[in-house]
């Protein structure tokens, strides 16, 4: 099981292209979790599937399940095969990212997560803007409320200002458990600075970015090593 908290954790997105060259460098650069994004897979038999975690697993990496949903910037699949591929997953992954919006799968998929003794992620999604700090609490609260073990929300940062309201709201919630991340350029500074305040992953790459302002892991681990949120042997 992954400890949370500890330090900084480092996930690194990928789909089925390329998967094992991918792990294997992740693995070599120090990322802690590789996040399958199973909706970004050409394939997604369950053998098939399952193969690709037990190579990740026998990388001695964590494993986060996402099958992202169609409205936060995942490809469109059905509820039914969504949850007949989480309850096949479950059993062996670390844990499993389902959205707050996900209104019709969610309760289910957090219930499937538990069960199989994964951590429930439960995210949020926003690539227009930033809310309001009313809405971002109620964000976190509602989530909470359901049963998430850990909250993420990603928010696009239009000012400085939206990256420090997201940041000054997990820093009010830091005892919950969040992954906080503003989006875009502007926002690039949370995938560092966010551990100061609360947030407990980030997610890198290798290669190509899978969202907005991520940043490369050998920089980030650089930064990371800077600001003194890692010893220069954890590189």
């Known amino acids: ?17 390329n998967l094992e060259d991918e792990v294997k460098t992740a693995k070599e650069k120090g990322a802690d979790i590789i996040e399958l994004r199973i909706d970004q897979f050409s394939n997604r038999n369950i053998d098939y599937i399952l193969e690709k975690i037990s190579f990740i ?35 062996k992954v670390d844990i ?20 199989n003794n994964a951590l429930a992620l439960v995210s949020y999604h926003d690539f227009e803007k930033t809310p ?21 929300y990603a928010f696009n940062a239009r000012t400085k200002d939206d990256v420090a309201r997201l940041l000054c709201v997990t820093e009010k919630n830091k005892d919950k458990n969040l992954v906080a991340i503003s989006m875009g350029s502007l926002g690039r500074i949370t995938r560092v600075a966010g551990f100061f305040f609360g ?3 980030t997610y890198s790459y290798i290669g190509v970015a ?7 892991i050998e920089k980030l681990k650089d930064e ?12």
């Open 1 to 17: 099981m992954l400890e949370l908290g500890k330090k900084p954790l480092i996930a690194i997105p990928v789909n089925d292209k």
């Open 57 to 91: 697993k026998n990388l001695n990496l964590g494993i986060i399940g996402t099958i992202r949903s169609k409205k936060e910037g995942g490809t469109p699949i059905s509820d039914y095969e969504r949850e007949r591929i989480f309850k096949a997953i479950a059993p």
């Open 96 to 115: 499993i990212d389902i959205e707050l919006s996900s209104e019709t799968l969610r309760d289910k998929v957090i219930k499937i997560a538990k069960d």
């Open 132 to 152: 309001p700090e009313e809405e971002i609490q109620s964000i976190i609260d509602k989530s909470v409320s359901i049963g998430a073990d850990i909250v993420k």
């Open 199 to 201: 947030s407990l992953i």
């Open 210 to 216: 899978f969202a907005p302002g991520q940043i490369e």
């Open 224 to 235: 990371l090593e800077f600001y003194g949120l890692i010893d220069s042997e954890e590189k």
